[in-house]
């Protein structure tokens, strides 16, 4: 079980994979529904400290070498892409954006977009929180109801 908890931690720190692919994992391997919520949640948000303050500084380093200019580019302009439902309405744009749970969105996209936008850290850092608590939730009510009703179906 000690092993699968883990798995399900490491998973949501993954970039694009996250707590979208963590909470079906931690499920799946039989862990109850709501500590899997948790170490997802938890999991998703211990790498986002990281990059709020440190990204812009990586791209720029990376920027020195070519091959690597071109990742930091492209995940710039993948940024970008996605700012235009932040710039709108800072706070509640970065949320939605987070809360989401679809691919391209997601804590690491939303720190992403904060950073290159220059948002406080005291600002983006709940901001991203409140959504990934709402996709985490919404991750996990859909993966226990839909387990919930294959049981009544085939029951």
Not at 35 to 64: C, D, E, H, Q, Y
Not at 108 to 117: C, E
């Amino acid at each position: 079980m000690l092993t699968k908890a883990l798995i399900t931690f490491l998973i949501s720190m993954i970039p694009i994979i996250e707590l979208r692919g963590a909470i079906p994992y931690g499920i799946a391997a039989g862990i109850n529904p709501w500590l899997t919520f948790a170490l997802s949640v938890v999991g998703n948000m211990l790498p986002i400290p990281f990059i709020l303050l440190f990204i812009r500084k990586i791209f720029t380093w990376m920027k020195r070498y070519p091959k690597l200019a071109k990742i930091a580019e492209k995940f710039e302009a993948r940024a970008a892409k996605k700012s235009g439902t932040v710039k709108k309405s800072e706070t509640i744009g970065l949320c939605i954006l987070v809360a989401i749970p679809l691919p391209g969105t997601g804590a690491w996209t939303g720190a992403l977009v904060a950073a290159l936008m220059n948002m406080r850290i005291k600002r983006a850092l709940p901001t991203i929180f409140v959504g990934v608590l709402i996709a985490g939730l919404a991750v996990t009510l859909i993966m226990t109801l839909g387990i919930h009703a294959l049981d009544f179906l085939l029951g």
